[in-house]
């Protein structure tokens, strides 16, 4: 069982960083993948980064590459999510999710579990 729960959001303007956490329990998040995720206001919750087990591989969403950045340290049981040059169209609520098979992260499988989320939003 794995428990999930997101911090760092709030409110910045465009241009702005901001860095998010998801802290996990259980003693085996380290054999999970972690992803995070957003869902707009009015919109479906869609796909923003990846990162396998060890750190060593990672995947972006088109829309983030290049502005954020996720990893993670398995010895504090910590996924981030780092974002950089924020845009009004990263308002959204951000969560974070674990499942032991990354690819189910980046397609959009049902996921094993998932953090209440965070909310970021981003003035013009």
């Known amino acids: 069982q794995v428990q999930l729960v997101e911090s760092g959001g709030g409110l910045v303007q465009t241009g702005g960083s901001l860095r998010l956490s998801c802290a996990a329990s259980?003693?085996?998040?380290?054999?999970?993948?972690m992803g995070w995720f957003r869902q707009a206001p009015g919109k479906e919750r869609e796909f923003v980064a990846v990162?396998?087990?060890?750190?060593?591989?990672?995947y972006y969403a088109d829309s983030v590459g290049g502005r954020f950045t996720i990893s993670r340290d398995n010895a504090k049981n910590t996924v981030y999510l780092q974002m950089n040059s924020l845009k009004p169209e990263g308002t959204a609520v951000y969560y974070c999710?674990?499942?032991?098979?990354?690819?189910?992260?980046?397609?959009?499988?049902?996921?094993?579990?998932w953090g209440q989320g965070t909310q970021v939003t981003v003035s013009s």
């Open positions: 999710a674990a499942d032991l098979n990354s690819i189910h992260l980046r397609v959009g499988a049902p996921l094993e579990y």
């Open positions: 259980g003693r085996t998040f380290s054999s999970y993948a």
């Open positions: 990162i396998d087990w060890s750190g060593r591989r990672t």
